[in-house]
């Protein structure tokens, strides 16, 4: 494994995200001569790698950069006060362009869900295949659904609406368990405050795989560009409640392994939490749901993919 330069910087992986405009000068110094076929997994950088002309580059896109589309709830959320406006929209409107001008690089996309295709398209203008992602789904068993709680695995950013979980579990008068960390838990920790949310912090795979076998039912409240998370519940055993939007529609069979909330407000989740029964939902359906994202499906599909893209 070769790292870029950027790895030597003390702190790097704890600021990762102040270091953003270094970051394509970074991929683009990899030398990458002496191969004929890359492939890079990507949610912003790894597209703008530099190759031979003669070479073959497929790229599996995660999402289009969301300070492209989403700059508000992705970048303007995490700024606070700490750096001035202007100069994250001068930073920003550099990357911008570097984003666009890398985009044009990939030979073939590979999209996760149809929400990134979409946006490949209109961004990018570029057409994408579809694959979804795959989920360990091994590291997950079957659990008894016998806990009181509604749960959330996530990262805690502005964008995935853990807000909104909060304050719909409060409406709803449920308890609500939440595994995770980032730079929003200050502010989710004093929301949380006196209400039926417990903010966990981060969690290991084995406390996860046993709070979601447990839970009533994962919540996916924020608008995701795939979300593994109801692959992950159902692999667990457990359904989903996911707002209806982004790629949770691919995830979700609704009815059959969750359910979904219209609007994203607390007021149209908390509806949800209060009528959900989680009886009506199949274990070994949601388990066999799940084994169509096995990472064994995955490999099949995407090596098909490649080798026709060489052809």
């Known amino acids: 494994m070769h790292a870029s330069l ?14 953003a405009p270094l970051y394509p000068r970074a991929f683009e110094a990899f030398d990458l001569r002496e191969y004929d076929l890359i492939v890079s997994s990507t949610s912003a950088w790894a ?25 508000d709830r992705y970048v303007g959320a995490l700024q606070g006060d700490k750096i001035p406006n202007w100069l994250v929209r ?26 990134v295709q979409e946006r490949v398209r209109e ?22 659904g016998s806990g009181d709680y509604f749960f959330i695995a996530s990262r805690l950013l502005p964008y995935k609406r853990i807000d909104l979980a909060i304050d719909a579990a409060q409406l709803a008068g449920v308890k609500l368990l939440v595994a995770g960390d980032g730079p929003a838990m200050a502010q989710l920790r004093e929301r949380a405050r006196s209400s039926t949310t417990t903010l966990l912090g981060f969690v290991d795979d084995a406390a996860v795989n046993q709070l979601l076998g447990n839970a009533t039912a ?42 979904f909330f219209d609007e994203p407000t607390a007021e149209s989740l908390a509806a949800v939490l209060r009528g959900f029964d989680p009886s009506r939902y199949d274990s070994r359906r949601l388990r066999s749901h799940a084994q169509d994202f096995s990472p064994g499906e995955f490999i099949d599909h995407f090596r098909a993919i490649v080798e026709a893209t060489r052809a």
């Open 6 to 19: 950027l790895a030597r910087i003390p702190g790097a992986n704890r600021n990762f995200r102040y270091l």
């Open 47 to 71: 597209k703008g790698v530099r190759i031979r002309e003669d070479a073959v580059h497929v790229c599996f896109i995660h999402t289009v950069s969301r300070f492209l589309f989403d700059y």
């Open 90 to 115: 001068r930073v920003t409107d550099g990357l911008v362009r570097w984003d666009l001008e890398a985009a044009k690089r990939p030979t073939r996309y590979v999209a996760n869900s149809r929400t």
């Open 123 to 144: 961004f990018y203008h570029r057409d994408a295949d579809v694959l979804h992602s795959p989920a360990d789904i091994d590291r997950f068993t079957i659990g008894s």
């Open 218 to 259: 994962a919540i996916v409240p924020g608008e995701e560009d795939l979300g593994l998370v109801p692959i992950e519940a159902a692999a667990a055993g457990r359904p989903t409640i996911a707002y209806r939007a982004g790629g949770a529609r691919e995830t979700v069979i609704e009815g059959e392994t969750g359910a």
